[in-house]
C-alpha cells in the first residue's frame, strides 16, 4: 500500500515521519492514534510498545555506536493511560 503524502506515518528504518519529516510519533501522528484508540489507551499502548521495539532496533543499528535511549518518552510516555488525577 503506497500512499501520497499527507499520511502521518514513519519511514522505516530512519522512523520519521514521511509527512512533515519530525520523529515519528509526530503531534499529527499522536492525535490520530489518540483519536484511532479513543477508550481504548492500553491497547495504544501494546501497539506503540510494539512499535517502539521495532524502532530501537532499527535506530540502534543506523546510529550504530550509540543505541537510542529516550525512545519511551518519544514513544510511550505521551499516552495517558496513567492518569492518576
Ligand atoms: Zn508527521
Known sequence: ?????????????AWRC???GAP???QPA???LLAEYAGNMPSL???LVAL???AAEHLAELASATPPKNLHRRFT???PVHRSK
Not at 500500500?1 to 528504518?13: D, K, T
Open 1 to 13: 500500500m503506497s500512499c501520497p503524502h499527507g499520511e502521518h506515518v514513519p519511514s522505516r528504518p
Open 24 to 26: 515519528w510519533p509526530c
Open 52 to 54: 517502539r521495539e521495532e
Open 30 to 32: 499522536k492525535l490520530r
Open 77 to 79: 510516555d505521551w499516552v
Open 45 to 47: 499502548m501494546v501497539y
Open 18 to 20: 514521511r509527512a512533515c
